[in-house]
């Protein structure tokens, strides 16, 4: 990606919120993407709860996707998205969440818009980006087929709209027309959600939730994927699940017992950039 093309995507996010990143996978990667996530939807959907119908529910929530199969391994990491995060998140951003998400087909469940950083109590609007989502577009997005909504500009806006969703603010939403292989990326403090799938067909995204360096994700890697896995996976997927600190201190492996010595002047200990994966 050229300088230009970057800091276009970063004035969009900027300004709108979001911004559609187009070709970034193949219609090829697509499909096997789709074929994938329906066979683990297939082969390990939860049973319903007792009461619990399958009208009860609008979509599928898939993950572990990082353990069932290295064909997923390089979503996170991929260079034309991460640049784009590495600007709006500063170096050594993490993943926070990785999920695919299918919406059945004739749905009118519609999700509220709400901001993916409600719960961070950080006043808004924030300083900079705090978080940001991918939304790898597997199957068409669009009003038709359930696409992702976002108001342009709420970045901007209170969280308070988040329990106002017949505010006039919230009805500016776009739902842009997606082809498979676009990645959509918007900042996490962007009203945003999924929408009625009108369609006949399913609509699903992989979506790729990152947060900075400096704060907690929502999931827990060291306790999500054994070791011995992470050790098989790319490094640059090990850095981003936490294996490597944020600016070579915050995330530091510091359980050892005992004393050390330390000094300024330049010869004491130095830390660890990355934690050790044995
Ligand atoms: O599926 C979508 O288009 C958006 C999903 C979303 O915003 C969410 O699950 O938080």
């Known amino acids: 990606m050229q ?5 276009a995507h970063l004035e ?14 193949s219609v090829e990667r697509a499909n096997a993407f789709r074929k994938r996530i329906r066979e683990i939807e297939r082969d390990t959907l939860h049973p319903l709860e007792p009461g619990e119908t399958e009208e009860d529910s609008s979509f599928y929530r898939t993950t572990g996707l990082l353990r069932v ?28 969440t990785f999920s695919g998400i299918d919406l059945k087909p004739k749905q009118t469940t519609i999700q509220p818009l709400h901001p993916d950083d409600a719960l961070v109590p950080v006043s808004r609007p924030h300083e900079r980006p705090i978080g940001c989502t991918a939304m790898w577009v597997i199957t068409d997005f669009g009003p038709q087929t359930g696409g992702t909504r976002l108001v342009p500009g709420s970045q901007r806006e209170p969280l308070d709209l988040l329990f106002n969703q017949d505010d006039e603010r919230l009805r500016e939403a776009v ?5 498979p292989g676009s ?3 918007f900042d996490h403090a962007t009203f945003h959600g ?8 399913w609509r699903l995204g992989l979506q790729v939730s990152y947060h900075a360096g400096w704060i907690r994700p929502y999931t827990n890697w060291f306790r999500s994927v054994p070791i011995e896995e992470v050790r098989e996976f ?3 997927l090990q850095d981003v699940l936490g294996y490597k600190t944020f600016m070579g201190g915050i ?5 050892g017992i005992g004393s050390y010595r330390e000094s300024y002047s330049g010869k004491g200990r130095t830390r660890e950039p990355r934690l050790p994966l044995d």
């Open 3 to 7: 300088d230009a093309e970057l800091q």
């Open 12 to 25: 969009a996010v900027e300004e709108q919120g979001f911004t559609i990143l187009p070709n970034v996978f």
């Open 69 to 96: 199969d290295p064909m997923f391994w390089d979503v996170p990491i991929d260079p034309k998205v991460t640049k784009v995060v590495e600007g709006l998140l500063g170096a050594d951003f993490l993943l926070s």
């Open 175 to 179: 739902q842009p027309d997606m082809k």
């Open 183 to 185: 990645v959509l990326l």
């Open 194 to 201: 999924g929408s009625d799938n009108h369609s006949d067909e």
């Open 234 to 236: 790319p490094e640059k």
């Open 251 to 255: 995330g530091s492996a510091n359980a």
